[in-house]
């Protein structure tokens, strides 16, 4: 428990310090390394309501300064893009809810996705102002995963988990896609070791597009390592959807 809010209280001080430093779009970065790095397990269950993990706190937070200090870009009258499909997924969950045999914890998932994923990304989309920050939040994903493949590869060849800092916390897709606790497979920070191989699959081509678009050689030795570390956890994740999903990339 100690750990967990030292974790909160240490990315909502650091989110907070950059908005009021240097403005809120400056602390998208930040927020985006900090909820891809912090797993699921830095949580606190609130009893008959939900789960708090530090990515729905991160998102209260950045919510409330977007509502502060947020800058409207000059299009931001205009619709969304991704409206008419995030508008058709929450028809189609909301046909699947109604048929759903636990109606009850259908209803939270679909909360959970839309309060979760499509308001995270309406604050970005309508924050981001320059190409340059696209860039830093890309970096970001990038240098979040590096550190998640430091933990993975860690784990892989010495037997310590980073997991084990934190209160024991069983997933329901660890339990449906195999095993918990294999210390054979690469997983880090993420639920299972496909999750993470497939997360590293992104990355790998966003590092790919940095390594293309940047001058720096310096940076472009960075991206290089961080590809050569993902790689050995993909490997390790011993799953073939990651690397499937890694050619697909490529492609």
Known sequence: MALIIAIWLIAVG?????????????ALP????????????????????FV???QRLLLVVLFALYLIFGKRGEDSSKLTPLLLLMAA???WSLVSTANSI???MSIKKLLSVVAEYYLLYYIYIKSVTSVRTIYRVLGAVVGALTVCSVFGAVGTYTGWQVMG??????SRIAEILG??????????????????????????IIAL???????????????WACMLLMFVNIYKSLSRGPWLGLILGFV
């Open 165 to 170: 800092l934190f209160p024991a916390h069983t």
């Open 179 to 204: 095993v918990v606790g294999n210390n054979d497979r690469a997983a880090s920070t993420f639920p299972h070791a496909i999750l993470f191989g497939a997360a590293l699959a992104i990355a790998i």
């Open 14 to 26: 650091v989110l907070v310090g950059i908005t009021l430093i240097k403005g809120f779009e400056q």
């Open 52 to 54: 708090l993990t530090t």
């Open 30 to 49: 930040f927020a985006t390394f900090a909820c891809i790095l912090v797993p699921g397990a830095s949580s606190i269950p609130i009893p008959g309501l």
């Open 89 to 91: 997924q929450t028809l």
């Open 209 to 223: 597009h940095l390594v293309a678009v940047t001058e720096s050689t310096g940076r472009k030795v960075y991206l």
């Open 102 to 104: 636990d109606p009850v």
